[in-house]
């Protein structure tokens, strides 16, 4: 396995930290997206390097941010970013992948069977109606580098119950994304925004994710 940005040894020893007894599982997946999907076009090559820094470790940590057995809908999973890596990590999470494009609900598919991960994947936009009857009512919906907040919002809250949580990954610009939508989400039931981070102390380069809960929305008086 060629080494990433951290050296093999201290790379592993955190990767065992997030993963657990599943190391191994997460070791297939990164040698996965390293071959398979460089092949499909569903990971740069460039990104080859900072596979376990950047992809797989940044999506597992923000497992911190949801509980024990709760229920999972990754939304514009493309090459499983970051519905597998958590699937992987927490176990006891029921995942569910949402990905528009066929080649891309392909390889989910195959690697989820091969590795006999307990995941479902629904091809489709969140949008839909069939998407919403089949992935909705969920616990906390999940994204990364999907859409500007404000649609991901749009697209996001009707999968999660009243009270479920939306947790977007996350740049820079978290915040300033939350000032400039900050009505709009408001509007779509969208409360207690807030832009926490995940993995300090555990991997070099924390998580930033934007956090908000789908509360009931107020209509203005007639």
């Known amino acids: 396995m060629e080494p990433d940005a951290l050296d093999d040894g201290r790379l592993m020893d955190i990767a065992e930290r997030v993963f657990g007894a599943r190391l191994d599982l997460a070791i297939r997946y990164h040698e996965s997206l390293a071959t398979v999907g460089v092949e499909r076009g569903l990971i740069g090559p460039r990104e080859i390097p900072r596979l376990w820094e950047r992809h797989l470790l940044n999506c597992a940590v923000i497992g911190e941010l949801i509980d024990e057995g709760e229920s999972v809908v ?63 009512g969920a616990d906390v919906v999940t994204s990364r580098a999907v859409a ?10 009707p999968l999660i119950h009243e009270r479920g949580r939306m947790l977007a990954l996350k740049g820079s610009s978290a915040e300033s994304e939350i000032d400039r939508d900050r009505a709009s989400l408001t509007r779509m039931g969208a409360g207690k925004l807030e832009v926490v981070t995940c993995g300090v ?10 956090r908000a809960e789908r509360v009931p929305r107020r209509f203005p008086r007639p």
């Open 201 to 210: 102390g555990i991997v070099p380069t924390p998580t930033i994710v934007v």
């Open 74 to 136: 990754d939304v514009g999973s493309g090459a499983g970013l970051p519905g597998i890596p958590l699937a992987i990590a927490r176990p006891d999470l029921r995942v569910t992948l949402v990905e528009p494009l066929l080649r891309r609900t392909v390889y989910l598919a195959e690697f989820i069977e091969a590795h006999s991960l307990d995941v479902l994947v629904v091809r489709g936009r969140a949008e839909q109606p069939g998407v919403k009857k089949e992935a909705g």
């Open 148 to 157: 500007p907040l404000e649609k991901l919002a749009k697209w996001s809250l």
